[in-house]
Every structure is written in structure tokens, then in C-alpha cells.
């Protein structure tokens, strides 16, 4: 956000409240003066950097729709995203009916209703009404006022599509001049919707407004409708396909009302059109051409003036089985092309290709230090699992890596690649079919521009890799053939483009066991100088700090030396990742008063990293509440610089670490991400098959940051493969 000119000083509002007196605000109003304005966009990317910044943040909706046209989805999205636990009933305030009947009143009852959650909250985002004329003498004054009461900034939303730089900027100094005089405090303005070209111009035109101006281009997909949405608006009914692409943006609507090379011609990714049921011509070549290579991947087909196809025609496509969403409504041409012309998408919890554009589009415009100086909000000195996680998309962002995802085959790898490539997290190769990936891609309503696909079979790597692999393996009894049927194999051919500096990371196990993904890294990889055992953290994101544990995944019982090792190893990881490392050796028994095989192999290991690694500050044997709790370590421990502050806790075997991770994940409701292999030259880690997207997301940005460590950069080798 840029910061050209100093906001205007606080005013003191209705109730009396006074000058802020440069203290750092607690909560920020966000408004607008007209709708499709992108506000939920906005309120979204906000929402998400003040959580990704620290602290409990709570999401307020002073004014709603009333209870009789159901919940606010604006609301539903927010709470689900980022904000705090706190019910849905606890962040509203009134209805527009309650504003219309007795303004003054329902002024009243915002303030109380917004103190009562801000008493459970570090920051809160005020999200102004929807533009629906609420009071008088208009919607953003009475916004302002709401704002001036509860001595919330006031950040201003533009839309800038279809304006010129000056119109913007006029219209922004009379939306300022409104706050002013409701005694707000406008603290920054927000263009959305700007024209890519223009984003300078509008910026310097904003300039002399005397506010911090943010301008964010025209991201086209969060204006999209849905084929849901279209299905909703023209009452249609389901007449082919999976019903689970439905929630595929239409990025374009055309109607096919000419011939069949007429319509091919102009066909685009994620087109959706409109013909009749009677063209059998027109619906069996768009119905191949969706699956066709070297065709445009279509949203769906709306067979539209209520007839049904002749039944061969139909029995035809249903046997080509097609996944393309085929809908039917009963209107005419031009009543369906005018309604989905008119059909918005909205952003809500369920749009996931939305809520990722939305955030990708904050990430990319959005300087999160300076917005934060601009709103004069403080960072607490606590770390959020959404702090953590922000943290590590912005390292691994800020020196893009190559990341391998062997996986291709797979919706959750696909639609990782997705969100990592919006967010520029790193560049991407994925392992399968081209055709199949991209085809699938599609129907997934994905957009893999820019990620290479490669078949391992086929790739014209393979006889260099398995040359590569038979002379590691020699001593093995590995001969050539053999090499080349190993790196016919995913894992294999991924860690062989890691080893051959193809790329600088793996990760895979979504659908493959540990052993599968870790196999090939110990025969071909190694294990870097000074380190004999391989091993894993989780990072455990608790509600106010982030906890490291070692190893939950790989050494089922290691001896005190393998112990010694996966301790260093720890301390090192955690230290990479801006923990600092307090190391504790854990065991059943604390200090002397336990003894046995078990507590004297946590004894030995202790004294092995004591004298192998002097500089860190390591304690055991120790019991877990000992070294988390201060004050059962004031008891246990009163002198040790670890008891009680324990950031690095290593378990005696995988037995107890494993089932302790889970239980402190499901339990204690935090945020496992993980496990991190170390101890490998090259950074190469393992998903749990059960992992969610978001987890793999986390674990690519996480390898990219090691690989980030390890310096250098893959080549890339001269074979970029199909794109999907």
C-alpha cells in the first residue's frame, strides 16, 4: 500500500470518543458506496493478513440481511476463513429493517453488541452493509457514523471499472469529504476493479486525496458465475455430467446459435454455451471438443427453450459419459443469454477457486508491513498458526525454488498446484500423463499455466537417469535394465530431477507410503556430511505459539546416538524456521528421579548433544509438562534455561511421538504441519495420505524454504514437458 501523503488527523466522533492518540487501533471499519465493489474480496485479503500477523482477530458485520433471508454469506465466508472462534450470532449487529425503523436505536445496539466482541478479540474487521440504501441520507454516512462510535479507521472502497483516473479520484475525495463529516476517520482507500493497464495512473490520480492509496487490478473470476449459479438463476435442471464441476466459474457465456466450425472457432477455457436441444450438431462436437486435445476446456453447455434432444442424440452423449455439466432451462435464446449475462458470482465459503483468486490478488498488490504501519496496528509478540503458515509462504515466495510433486494423478496435488502457482509460492513440475493431467486440470476448473507435466515413461531424461541410478546402485547388483524400470517410477524419477538439479525439492506421499517417497531419497540423495540418521519434525501451531517435534514419523526406536542425532538436526530445523531452539530430551522421568533403560538411553543421548552441539541450550531427561509448563518446571526444574520454555521436544521412539502429535492436534486443536524430513542433502519430504490441500501447500513452501537454504537453483535441466 503506498503511502504518498500522511492520513488526516483523528476526530472526535458522536459519543464523545477522542483523538486515538497514535495508539494502535484494535479494529478497522471497511466501506463502500456502491455495490460490486469487490468488497468481500477485500474484507477477505484483510481478514487474512491481520490473522497471518498475530493476535485473535474477530470479523463484525454491524448491519445484515434479516433473519428471514437466511445467514449473511459475506459473514459465513469470513468466520470460516480466518477469524476466531466466537459464534456467528456474536459478530452481527442489526438488520437493515432495524436501521430503516429506528436509526438511532439500532446505532446503539451495534456499539453494544460490537464491544461485547471485541472484549474477546486483539483486532477486529468491521465489514460496512451491503449497498442497499439503509439510512438516511445515505449508506456510507451512516456507515461513517457507525465507524466514528466505535473509533474504528476507516479504510474506503472505490470501484474503479469503467472510471477514468480523474472520475476515481473525484468520486474518492467526496466519499472522504462524507466520512469527514460523520466524524469517521478515514485512514486509506482501496481501488478495486482497476484496469491492469492503468494501475499507475489511477495511483497518481489518488495521490491528492492526501490518503494512502491501494489499487488492485480486475480479477475477472471473482465476478464469474458458477454453472451452479447459472443452474440457480435459470431454474435449470441437471441433464448431464458430474454434478461437482457445477462450481466451475463461467469465465465467458456464448450462445452457439451458428454452425458447428462457427462455434469451435470460438470456443476459450472456460467458456459456457448456450443452444438449443435440437442442435444435436452443435452438442456432439462440443461434448468431443471438451475432451479433444488441442481444444479448449469448456464450464458446461445450457441446452436452453425446454426440449430435450432426440433420444438417440441423447442416448449418445449419455454413452460417451461426458463429465462437462450439461443443464436445461425452458427460456428462450435471449432470455438465457440476458439472464447469465446478469448472473454475478458471489464470493463465498464453498467458492474455492474464488476465495484463492481473492487472496492471491491481496498477496500480490499488498505490502503487508506497510498496510500495517498505514492502519497503525501493532503485532502482538504471540505466533498464530496462521502467522506461521504466512510466514512461510512469504519466505518461500520471496526466492522462488522448483518443486517436483511426483503425484499428478491426484485432485488434492492438483489442486495444491493451483493455489501455489496463484500465490507464486514456487514453480512447479508434476509427474503423470499430460493429457490426463490437463484434462483433468480442466474439469477441476484448475488453471495450471505455467507448471510442466512430465511422463516419466516417455521423458527423455530417462536413459541419462537410469545411467545416473545403475552407477549408484552398482555395489547393489543394479545393471541397467533394472535402473530403467526404477525410474519408470514417480518417486524414483522425481528424486533422480532433485539429485540431477532439475529441480530443488520433492514432495510427495499423498498417495504413496512413506517408504515409497522416502526410499528413493536415502539410495539416491543420501544424507548430508555429519549426519547418519534421517529424521522428522511436525511444527505443532498451538493458539499462541509454535512448538517443534522430533521425530513422530521415521526411527521407530532410536539408540541414544540416533537420538542425539535427530535432536541437532531438530534444533537446526527450528532454527531455520525463526523458532529458537530450547531443546528437551523427553522422557517419563525428570532430572534423577527416575531411572531404567529407557530414562538412562534419554541420559546419554542428552550428554551426546551436550558435546556435540556446546552452543545449544538442551535439557533432559525431562517430562513433558516440565519442559512446556513454567510452573511445574519452577518445582522440577527452577534453574534450568530450558524447563518451562521448551520450544524443541524430542521423544524417546516414534511410538510416543506419533500418538503425542496426533493427540495434541486433535485435543488441543492445533495445527500440525509436517513431518519435515531432515538429515538429507537435498530437501525431499513426505505427505501424510490423508493430507488436505492446505497441507500440501505447506509442505511445498516448507521444502522450498530449505531448498532456499541449501542454495543454488535448479537448471531445469532443457526439457520443461507438457504444460497442462
Excluded at 75 to 95: A, N, Q
Excluded at 271 to 293: G, Y
Aim: proline share 6%; with cysteine; net charge negative.
Amino acid at each position: 500500500m503506498a503511502t504518498d501523503a500522511a492520513a488526516p488527523s483523528p476526530v472526535a466522533d458522536d459519543q464523545g470518543h477522542g483523538d486515538q492518540g497514535g495508539n494502535s487501533t484494535t479494529s478497522i471499519y471497511l466501506a463502500s458506496a456502491e455495490g460490486e465493489s469487490g468488497k468481500s474480496a477485500v474484507a477477505l485479503g484483510l481478514l487474512a493478513l491481520l490473522a497471518a500477523t498475530g493476535g485473535r482477530v474477530g470479523v463484525f458485520r454491524p448491519i445484515t440481511r434479516s433473519g428471514a433471508e437466511g445467514r449473511d454469506p459475506l459473514l459465513d465466508l469470513l468466520i470460516d476463513h480466518d477469524s476466531v472462534d466466537v459464534p456467528y450470532e456474536e459478530c452481527l449487529g442489526v438488520t437493515h429493517e432495524q436501521v430503516h425503523a429506528d436509526p438511532e436505536g439500532a446505532l446503539a445496539d451495534i456499539v453494544t453488541r460490537y464491544h461485547a466482541l471485541d472484549a474477546r478479540c486483539d483486532r477486529v474487521v468491521i465489514v460496512g452493509s451491503d449497498h442497499s440504501e439503509v439510512g438516511t441520507p445515505s449508506e456510507l454516512t451512516f456507515n461513517a457514523r457507525i465507524a466514528a462510535n466505535l473509533s474504528a479507521p476507516m479504510v474506503l472502497m472505490l470501484k474503479a471499472a469503467d472510471r477514468t483516473p480523474e472520475e476515481i479520484a473525484e468520486l474518492a475525495e467526496g466519499l472522504i469529504a462524507e466520512a469527514l463529516a460523520a466524524h469517521a476517520t478515514p485512514v486509506a482507500l482501496v481501488a478495486n476493479r482497476c484496469d491492469p493497464a492503468g494501475l499507475d495512473d489511477i495511483r497518481a490520480a489518488l495521490r491528492r486525496t492526501g490518503l494512502p492509496a491501494l489499487c488492485l487490478p480486475e480479477e475477472p473470476i471473482l465476478f464469474a458465475p458458477t454453472m451452479a449459479e447459472l443452474k440457480d438463476a435459470l431454474g435449470a435442471t441437471m441433464f448431464s455430467g458430474d454434478p461437482d464441476l457445477l462450481d466451475n466459474e463461467a469465465m465467458r457465456v456464448i450462445v452457439g446459435s451458428m454452425t458447428v466450425e462457427h462455434v469451435l472457432e470460438r470456443l476459450t477455457d472456460g467458456t459456457v454455451v448456450i443452444t438449443p436441444a435440437d442442435r444435436s450438431d452443435v452438442l456432439l462436437a462440443l461434448v468431443n471438443a471438451h475432451t479433444a486435445q488441442g481444444f479448449p476446456r469448456l464450464t458446461g453447455i445450457i441446452l436452453n427453450g425446454g426440449l430435450k434432444p432426440h433420444p438417440m442424440i441423447e442416448a449418445l452423449v449419455r454413452g460417451l459419459k461426458p463429465t462437462l455439466p450439461i443443464i436445461s432451462c425452458h427460456q428462450g435464446a435471449y432470455d438465457t443469454a440476458r439472464t447469465a449475462a446478469h448472473t454475478r458470482g458471489r464470493l463465498h465459503a464453498g467458492s474455492v477457486r474464488k476465495v484463492e483468486a481473492a487472496l492471491s490478488l491481496m498477496e500480490s498488490h499488498v505490502d503487508a508491513e506497510q498496510v500495517m504501519r498505514t492502519l497503525n496496528v501493532a503485532t502482538p509478540t504471540v505466533v498464530t498458526p496462521q502467522m506461521f503458515e504466512y510466514r512461510l509462504i512469504t519466505r518461500a515466495r520471496s526466492q522462488r525454488k522448483h518443486i517436483v510433486l511426483p503425484e499428478g494423478d491426484e485432485d488434492r496435488i492438483l489442486r495444491a498446484a493451483d493455489r501455489l502457482v496463484r500465490r507464486g509460492v514456487a514453480d512447479l513440475t508434476l509427474l503423470g500423463d499430460p493429457d490426463a493431467v490437463g484434462r483433468r486440470a480442466a474439469e477441476l476448473g484448475l488453471d495450471l499455466s505455467g507448471v510442466a507435466v512430465i511422463d516419466p515413461t516417455t521423458s527423455e531424461w530417462l536413459d541419462e537417469f537410469a545411467a545416473i541410478y545403475a552407477d549408484l546402485r552398482r555395489s547393489k547388483g543394479v545393471n541397467l535394465e533394472l535402473a530403467q524400470e526404477r525410474m519408470r517410477d514417480v518417486s524414483y524419477f522425481g528424486t533422480m530431477m532433485v539429485h540431477t538439479g532439475r529441480a530443488d525439492g520433492m514432495v510427495s506421499g499423498a498417495t504413496h507410503t512413506t517408504a515409497h517417497t522416502i526410499r528413493p531419497a536415502f539410495e539416491i540423495i543420501k544424507t548430508e556430511p555429519g549426519v547418519s540418521t534421517v529424521s522428522s519434525v511436525f511444527f505443532m501451531c498451538l493458539a499462541d505459539k509454535v512448538l517443534t517435534y522430533g521425530d513422530c514419523a521415521i526411527v521407530p526406536d532410536p539408540t541414544a546416538e540416533q537420538l542425539a542425532d535427530i535432536a541437532i538436526s531438530s534444533a537446526q530445523t527450528a532454527q531455520a524456521f525463526g523458532i529458537e531452539p530450547r531443546v528437551a530430551m523427553l522422557s517419563y522421568s525428570t532430572g534423577t528421579s527416575g531411572s531404567g533403560a529407557d530414562v538412562d538411553k534419554v541420559k546419554t543421548a542428552t550428554e551426546l548433544v551436550r558435546q556435540r552441539a556446546p552452543e545449544l541450550l538442551v535439557e533432559g531427561p525431562i517430562q513433558y509438562d516440565a519442559a512446556v509448563e513454567p510452573s511445574v518446571a519452577a518445582t522440577k526444574m527452577p534453574d534450568s534455561p530450558v524447563a518451562g520454555r521448551a520450544t524443541v521436544l524430542i521423544f524417546p521412539d516414534l511410538n510416543t511421538g506419533n500418538n503425542t502429535y496426533k493427540a495434541v492436534q486433535r485435543s488441543a486443536g492445533a495445527v500440525a504441519i509436517g513431518p519435515v524430513l531432515q538429515g538429507l542433502n537435498k530437501p525431499i519430504n513426505d505427505l501424510s495420505r490423508g493430507a488436505l490441500v492446505s497441507d500440501i501447500v505447506n509442505t511445498v513452501a516448507i521444502t522450498a524454504i530449505q531448498a532456499q537454504q541449501d542454495g543454488g537453483g535448479a537448471t531445469g535441466g532443457g526439457q520443461t514437458g507438457a504444460q497442462a
